[in-house]
């Protein structure tokens, strides 16, 4: 009798909203409210992984590197120039060439009242050096790569510090979203094995299935190390509960980057020690082809220094292994290849998130693999407005707030897909002497994609995704042609030379066109169903989570 009761109880108790039901919608606001900017994020952090073969492809007046110079030698050139071009700078830093780079980035300070070094200010130059002759490159003014790398974390037209703020709130969001997507879909694994093509919200639903379980573990992780890459700025506060004084701030700053701080001159004249002999130390120890960067402070006084820091590539962490000389007479002072635990840990995490250790196999696995989470934001953006459209009254007349989502999405997916390939026609045709050519890159680029927003406006959903996706077609397609006829690196030179740089850019523009044509063609002939009565009523599952159960 007494069990009687309680089942009674429990059938006249009104049914609430289950652990899926409530992990369902914050799945689908999470991802929804950040989507845009997690889709852009997602795409260029994809093609940074290849960020210095893109450089090397616009600035096709740099040769060929068969084979990879010495680096002590390279080291040499580079700082009597910078001896030249940058006397009296308290500090300068060179980046040296490897298999992926085939030109040495170079920054210093500017010396006390130069132009540019306002008080209380420490402006820097920089330039990129021909590793052959030391001087300065003549090729193209350009940001090459760095431009889709540095807006994957802190975007453009705003102070950096804002970027990364947004950067980190849209990666936490992301982090929810999978977290709560694992929670909300009992049967993720299951359907992984599912697709079922042709079938309106049902194919969008098992396509965003398969991209999220199948590179799951590495979304996690990607999205969980690009939190932790810059989480002193999160959560300064127990940095500042440890480290009490300035001093003790750029000491730790200083080891985990290998950039040693400038001390106080002494106004001593002492020539610099030949650069080329440390680095040749460095090789001894790290191998020939391991050194990675190579820092100066108070370069040409008697109290110079000179840190010659190790490589990334092979080492699953960017926790800095350097050689400390004394400047003036090249002598060993230390040798650093350890840190603590904490920084240690930090410093494996940033080397998963960027992936520089790996090979060229592992490097295109980080792309496919990321190139799959930019299709699982971007299936379930659309998904979002393709489960809805079939509740709306008028599909022909939604309303206002649907139809700011679709039109975002088809900027934000196809218009994309427009302006990253238009940045790089303007790499090709924008004229050389121009003023300022690497920011026209960067404004043609914000241009291109404001315009597909605007296309998106004003035309039918479906014809501006069909019209923005076969925009993108031809411009992929076209571009190793554009570049054939505008350098002097066509596809049939690059192959007799054996420059995996350029044949690899243009197969992947005819591959990514390909992609982008199938998905126009597959636009074009979709014939929305129409939703039956016992369709409407039926119990289905979106997201993984009961139709009954959604908002």
Not at 37 to 57: N, R
Not at 239 to 255: D, S, V
Not at 402 to 407: Q, S
Request: proline share 5%; hydrophobic share 50%.
């Amino acid at each position: 009798m007494k069990t009687d009761t309680i089942k009674t109880d429990k059938a006249q108790r009104p049914a609430g909203r289950g652990i899926r039901q409530s992990m369902s919608g914050l799945h689908i606001w999470a991802g929804l409210l950040m989507g845009w900017i997690l889709y852009a994020m997602f795409l260029t952090g994809t093609v940074s992984y290849f960020k210095d073969e893109l450089s090397q492809w616009m600035r096709p007046e740099l040769s060929h590197q068969a084979e990879l110079p010495d680096p002590a030698l390279v080291a040499q050139r580079i700082a009597d120039e910078l001896a030249v071009i940058a006397p009296g700078s308290p500090q300068w830093s060179m980046r040296l060439p490897d298999a992926r780079t085939n030109s040495v980035y170079a920054f210093w300070r500017l010396a006390p009242g130069e132009a540019g070094a306002g008080a209380g200010r420490r402006a820097f130059g920089e330039a990129a050096f021909d590793p052959a002759t030391g001087g300065k490159v003549t090729a193209r003014d350009t940001l090459g790569g760095d431009f889709f790398y540095r807006f994957h974390f802190q975007f453009h037209y705003m102070p950096a510090l804002w970027g990364r703020w947004i950067a980190g709130a849209a990666a936490m969001f992301m982090l929810v979203a999978i977290v709560s997507g694992v929670i909300t879909h009992k049967k993720i694994f299951v359907d992984f094995f599912t697709f079922r093509g042709g079938k309106g919200q049902r194919s969008w639903l098992d396509a965003h299935n398969a991209l999220s379980v199948f590179g799951m573990p590495f979304h996690f992780m990607i999205t969980y190390t690009g939190l932790v890459t810059l989480m002193a700025l999160y959560m300064p506060w127990g940095e500042q509960l440890a480290i009490k004084t300035q001093a003790e701030r750029q000491q730790l700053t200083a080891e985990l980057n290998a950039f040693i701080q400038p001390g106080k001159p002494s106004g001593q004249a002492v020539p610099l020690a030949p650069v080329a002999a440390m680095v040749r130390q460095a090789q001894d120890r790290w191998g020939s082809d391991t050194i990675g960067r190579v820092t100066a402070t108070n370069p040409g006084d008697s109290t110079a220094r000179v840190a010659v820091a190790r490589g990334e590539s092979g080492r699953v962490s960017m926790s800095p292994q350097y050689m400390l000389f004394d400047g003036t007479t090249g002598r060993l002072l230390e040798i650093r290849e350890g840190v603590g635990s904490a920084a240690e840990t930090r410093g494996v995490l940033y080397a998963l998130h960027l992936g520089r250790f790996s090979d060229g196999v592992t490097r295109w696995l980080y792309f496919l693999v990321s190139l799959m989470g930019t299709a699982m934001v971007g299936t379930g953006l659309v998904m979002w407005t393709v489960k809805r459209r079939q509740k709306l009254a008028d599909p022909e007349l939604p309303h206002i707030g649907f139809r700011i989502v679709e039109r975002l999405n088809i900027a934000s997916i196809a218009g994309l897909s427009v302006a990253m390939p238009a940045f790089l026609w303007g790499n090709r045709l924008l004229p050389a002497g121009i003023a300022d050519r690497a920011a026209w890159e960067i404004h043609l680029f914000f241009a291109v994609w404001v315009l597909t927003l605007a296309h998106a406006v004003l035309r039918p959903a479906k014809a501006a995704w069909i019209e923005q996706l076969w925009a993108a077609t031809a411009l992929l397609a076209l571009l190793p042609m554009l570049n054939a006829i505008t350098t002097n690196r066509p596809l049939w030179h690059s192959v007799g030379q054996a420059d995996l740089v350029f044949i690899g850019m243009d197969l992947m523009c005819w591959a990514l066109a390909v992609l982008h044509a199938v998905l126009a063609v597959r636009t074009a002939r979709h014939r929305p169903k129409p939703q039956t009565t016992a369709a409407k009523g039926r119990v289905g599952v979106i997201g993984g989570v009961p139709e009954e159960g959604r908002t």
